[in-house]
């Protein structure tokens, strides 16, 4: 039985993945190297400080950990000031429709997201009060693909992890909600993310009903 949902949040319920790419891009030229939309996606998921690693690796660049703590936090500074201006019309097709009901159904959602920025970005979307439990990259110690924020949001919502399901966008994410025991909708192409249950490209085409259906038909 599906007794909760949990919804990462950059890809899934907002498209912020622009922005991220953008202020990393920033980073990027600054230190001289080029860094691509295909480079991105092996930060999607991923957290500030583990992005940032990536990123230098790809750049082929090692910093000091100080300098390293400025260039993320120069990164955010950028990040920050394109979601603090973000309202409802940056929801994703089928979030708002979604989160409202799986509310009518009394299902609790909860939020597992890697972004320390989630609340600004719940706040600014208009879409907090759908959310029984928030847990983001402030709660937790292991970043995905460690189950550990898909485990909390669960409990938060107190709801057995195999009676949850997850959407994720990133692969990290997929990883870390399989190893959290429960089903995972992939939103994105099954041969950018491997291993979920099932895959949607948005929000848009699932509902309560499909949702259910995955569940209870998920063979591994
Ligand atoms: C994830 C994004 O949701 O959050 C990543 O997919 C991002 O791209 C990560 O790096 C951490 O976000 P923040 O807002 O704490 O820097
Ligand atoms: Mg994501």
Known sequence: EVRGV????????????????????????????????????????????????????????????????????????????????????????GASNL??????????????????????????????PYFEAVVDGNDVEKAKPDPQVFLLGAERMRVPPEDCVVFEDAQAGVDAGRKAGMTVIGVGSPSDLQGAHAYISSLAETNAAHIRKVHEGRQT
């Open 6 to 93: 949990i919804f990462d949040l950059d890809g899934v319920l907002v498209d912020t993945a622009v922005h991220h790419f953008g202020a990393w891009k920033a980073i990027a030229d600054q230190l001289g190297f080029s860094f691509t939309e295909a480079h991105n996606e092996r930060l999607k998921g991923v957290s500030r400080m583990d992005s940032l690693n990536i990123l230098l690796e790809i750049g082929g660049v090692t910093l000091a950990e100080e300098e390293k703590q400025k260039l993320a936090a120069q990164k955010n500074e950028q990040y920050v000031s394109k979601i603090s201006t973000m309202d409802a019309g940056e929801l994703l097709p």
């Open 99 to 128: 989160l409202t009901e799986l509310q009518s159904e009394n299902i609790p959602a909860a939020l597992g997201s890697a972004s320390r920025n989630a609340p600004l970005i719940l706040k600014n979307t208009g879409i907090t």
